[in-house]
């Protein structure tokens, strides 16, 4: 009875949406109703309102979608969807201003002149369009109302025109920022979290330990993450749309000849063009740039270009006149001050140290005063002028409630859909496609495809992807990324905007297009794109680091990167080190060599002793490595026979537990018939018990069919497995030890000169203690402690320094015995003064030359953070895929 309910709540969708039922009621509409219903079947039937859900009941599954919403738009820690109507409003003021018309006038007049080239400069507006607004219907309405009449005039094909047109409007749709993205990020953020706890359960039923290794983890993503990664794909598609329309006109010169432009092209040509091209070439850099560089959030980055593009607005809209330009003016110059005062000062209202601090902050409160001029400034034009900006403020707000209320009622239909136990059995019909994860991608990705055909973007985005991502995420076999996986679906869902007979941009052409363009043209000029599309779709997936590097170069080389020894990065670091290893060997074992003639023999013996370690456990690396790899060797090659057989007995194991399960329900619905009152007759306990006896047979057939070689195999892959982890174990705690030594001596060298600035105060404890008052003396050489312990290595000193404070401490407080105390200070002081000047002589320099030498090397690991060089292979390291699943 839970599949039928399963098929209402379907239906009920179906019906809602088909009849031109608003999609924000269709969907929880559908959930409220079909829980209903099956409430009260149950109720009528059964007695029992919860007898037709898979667990729990009406109630629960109703809360569970208020519960959803709450944790998706109340949790202060998920604040991804403010971003919306942010750039929406950015979107909107841009194509309300007439800035996004002025592009489109400039580029084909600069395009014009070469075949196909009013084509080109349509994807290429359109590209730049939808770095800056994102907004699909506005895009295609503007290029419509401008492009369309110029392209039909010179003898375009209405096919490719009407095509053009459609498919560069789409490209919003996946070229940040975009609120596709966005949505998707706010889904798959989730669908992450739901795969990595299954994955984590998954491992343990497989190997039976508790912790599943950090570097299996499902990789999560961020909305900038998304727009990051979207960002090549987004390129390779107008790539793919430029080079379609050149070859077009090259083998038709009649479907989109040149247009020669009718003006002069002179400097006042080229200033049109630039102030057409600049301004929004600005915004998308500081939009887009401040996300990748790691200098602000999506959200803020949202807030720079909702404010960015009112002021550009601001200037449009009174064009001609003489002050025109003021608040833009104003806006850079406070910007660029206010940039210059960071850069230079870390200021703080609240910790101002110097009178430099203080004029710093002074010039920064004047430059964002009159920042804030400009921004009110341009606000105020855009509201008197055209009444521009309450049409843009209503506009967004639509849009914003309109895509609100639509996650709403999809997480009430999720919630629905979950208790008639429909996710099971989409994760069953997926886990049982034969052909593993790739061939449940292509049918996934085939669903949404074929449902673009009917519904919009939005209610794919949040039914479908909650359903299938976090199958397609828990899968180790292919161990995809949630961005990737983010990036594909957006990429598709951009066919729905093109695919009759629902496709928006389709009816969004029409409206404008002339009598003389009928529906077929449209039709028929956005199937080439279509097809477009689903190529670039196709390279995007065989090429993962298209989508991965990018989000990966900019996590692991800003500011906040992982340290190299994060757990996650080792496999990678040590592709990289170990080639390292083989060709520079030799000047490394040179360097050692070099630092081993280095007399040592005056320094304290931890320190003598550690830099003898180090330099052996430098040497001893390259065998450790060797023994890695010869590991490695005999893991790879056992696998090459063990790898068939593990995944055959892996899913024979995974039908005995589904099998285990259905016998544990049947025994669980036998209990509850009988300690029901009413008796439902002896056939019906018969049929149960038929049913658990057929499936304990199944069950006893599916152990037989277990190879008898499996538990034998499993052991040696587990011993192998097992053996190369503790070579590589062994291998990086080497290099540690070797580098730790030489990065504490340095630090002990470098503190040299404030060790000896710290004489003075040291001479100085012998009159406080004979002349003042034990407490008062205590006071101050508790701050000549504080003043050593910041000296690295000197904790020796300050411990006959704290002693001897000790000693003044209480009624018997003993002067005599601070003074002796403070004595063996001073002695321990100058012995330590003498070998550490001794070594900034004799030691320093080949001390430093071999830390260089190491430290991209031996020292990697314990760097702060990555170089950039390493960061860039790291990140193409970490961008493919990597098959995990013989570890679970």
């Not at 000849?257 to 915004?283: H, N, Q, R, S, W």
């Not at 009112?310 to 064009?319: D, N, S």
């Not at 309450?390 to 997480?411: D, P, Q």
């Not at 695919?499 to 003389?516: C, D």
Request: glycine share 6%; charged share 20%.
């Amino acid at each position: 009875m839970e599949v039928f309910f399963l098929l209402v709540l379907v239906l009920l969708m179906v019906i809602a949406l088909t009849s031109g039922f608003p999609v924000a009621f269709s969907l929880p509409g559908a959930a409220i109703l079909s829980i209903g219903m099956a409430a009260l079947t149950g109720f009528i039937i059964e007695g029992n309102p919860s007898a037709y859900f898979t667990q729990d009941g009406p109630i629960e599954w109703l809360t569970a979608g208020v519960t959803n919403f709450r944790s998706l738009y109340w949790d202060v820690e998920r604040d991804t969807l403010i971003a919306i109507p942010l750039f929406v409003f950015m979107g909107i003021m841009l194509q309300r201003s007439k800035i996004a018309e002025d592009l489109l006038v400039s580029m084909a007049q600069l395009f014009g002149p070469i075949p196909g080239g009013l084509g080109i400069s349509v994807v290429f507006v359109g590209a730049l369009l939808a770095a800056t607004t994102g907004i699909v219907g506005a895009t295609v309405i503007a290029m419509g109302l401008i492009s369309l009449p110029a392209m039909l005039e010179h003898n375009y094909s209405k096919p490719l025109a009407t095509g053009t047109i459609c498919a560069s409007g789409t490209l919003g749709q996946i070229i940040p920022p975009s609120i596709v993205l966005i949505i998707l990020a706010d889904q798959l953020s989730s669908a992450a979290e739901i795969a990595n706890t299954a994955r984590i359960a998954e491992y343990k039923l497989a190997t039976g330990e508790t912790m599943m290794p950090s570097e299996f983890d499902v990789v999560s993503a961020s909305a900038g993450d998304m727009f990051v990664g979207a960002f090549l794909p987004g390129l390779v598609l107008v790539g793919l749309y430029m080079a379609y329309i050149l070859i077009s006109a090259f083998l038709n010169p009649e479907s989109a000849p040149p247009v020669p432009y009718e003006g002069k092209i002179d400097g006042k040509f080229l200033l049109k063009v630039m102030m057409a091209l600049i301004p929004p070439l600005t915004l998308i850099f500081t939009v887009l740039g401040s996300i990748i560089m790691g200098i602000a959030t999506v959200n803020q980055a949202g807030a720079i270009g909702a404010v960015g593009a009112m002021i550009m607005g601001g200037y449009r809209l009174t064009e001609g006149q003489r002050n025109s330009f003021y608040p833009a003016i104003l806006a850079v110059i406070s910007t660029t001050v206010i940039i210059l005062i960071l850069s230079q000062y870390e200021l703080n209202v609240k910790n101002i140290r110097n009178s430099e601090e203080a004029i710093a902050m002074i010039f920064a409160t004047i430059a964002v005063i009159v920042l804030l001029i400009s921004v009110f400034w341009s606000a105020w034009r855009t509201f008197r002028i055209e009444n521009t900006l309450r049409g843009v403020m209503l506009e967004t707000s639509k849009t914003t409630s309109m895509v609100f209320i639509i996650l709403i009622g999809a997480a009430m239909l999720t919630s629905a859909f979950r208790g008639f136990g429909g996710e099971e059995l989409v994760k069953e019909f997926l886990t049982s496609v034969p052909g593993g994860f790739w061939a449940q991608f292509m049918v996934v990705m085939a669903v949404i495809f074929f449902l673009g055909f009917f519904l919009d973007f939005i209610e794919i985005s949040v039914v479908v992807v909650p359903l299938v991502a976090p199958i397609l995420l828990a899968d180790p076999s292919a161990n995809i990324t949630a961005v990737w996986l983010g990036v594909m679906i957006g990429m598709n869902l951009q066919t729905s905007f093109l695919t009759p007979p629902f496709g928006f941009a389709l009816f969004y052409l029409r409206g404008v297009s002339p009598p003389e363009v009928k529906t077929i043209h449209i039709y028929r000029g956005v199937v080439a794109f279509i097809i477009l599309q689903l190529i670039g779709l196709a390279i995007a997936g065989y090429f993962p680091p298209l989508v991965n590097y990018l989000p990966n170069r900019t996590y692991l080389t800003s500011e906040n990167a992982p340290p190299p020894i994060n757990p996650k990065l080792q496999q990678c670091i040590e592709e990289i080190i170990f080639p390292y290893y083989t060709e520079h060997e030799n000047e490394i074992r040179a360097g050692v060599d070099s630092l081993s003639k280095v007399n040592i023999d005056y320094l304290p013996a931890k320190h003598k002793k550690a830099l003898l370690n180090s330099q052996q456990e430098v040497l001893a690396t390259f065998n450790l490595v060797e023994i890695i790899k010869e590991k490695d060797r005999q893991f790879e090659s056992f696998i090459i026979s063990y790898e068939d057989l593990h995944h055959e007995v892996r899913k024979i194991q995974a039908e005995i537990r589904k099998i285990e399960d259905d016998i544990f329900e049947l025994k669980q619905r036998k209990t509850r018939l009988e300690r029901n009152e009413e008796d439902p007759g002896p056939l019906v306990f018969k049929e149960i018990s038929n049913s658990i006896e057929t499936f304990e047979q199944m069950k006893a057939e599916l152990l037989n069919s277990i190879p008898t070689q499996w538990e034998s195999e499993r052991e040696k892959f587990v011993l192998l497995k097992k053996e190369a982890r503790v070579s590589r174990q062994k291998y990086r705690r080497n290099p540690d030890s070797a580098y730790e030594s030489v990065i504490n001596l340095t630090d002990v060298l470098n503190h040299t000169p404030e060790l000896l600035e710290a004489e003075t105060l040291l001479n100085s404890v012998k009159s406080i203690i004979e002349e003042e008052e034990p407490k008062s003396a205590m006071q101050h050489i508790k701050k000549i402690e504080s003043a050593l312990g910041s000296i690295k290595g000197a904790n020796s000193i300050k411990s006959k320094i704290s002693k001897a404070r000790r000693a003044l401490k209480g009624k018997k407080a003993s002067p005599e015995k601070a003074m002796k105390q403070w004595q063996l200070g001073m002695t321990i002081y100058y012995q330590e003064l003498e070998w550490r000047q001794r070594a900034v002589k004799e030691l320093a320099v080949p001390l430093a030359n071999y830390k260089i030498l190491l430290k991209d090397s031996i020292g990697l690991r314990l760097q702060n953070k990555l170089s950039l060089e390493h960061g860039k292979s790291v990140s193409a390291c970490k961008s493919s895929h990597e098959d995990i699943s013989l570890f679970f």
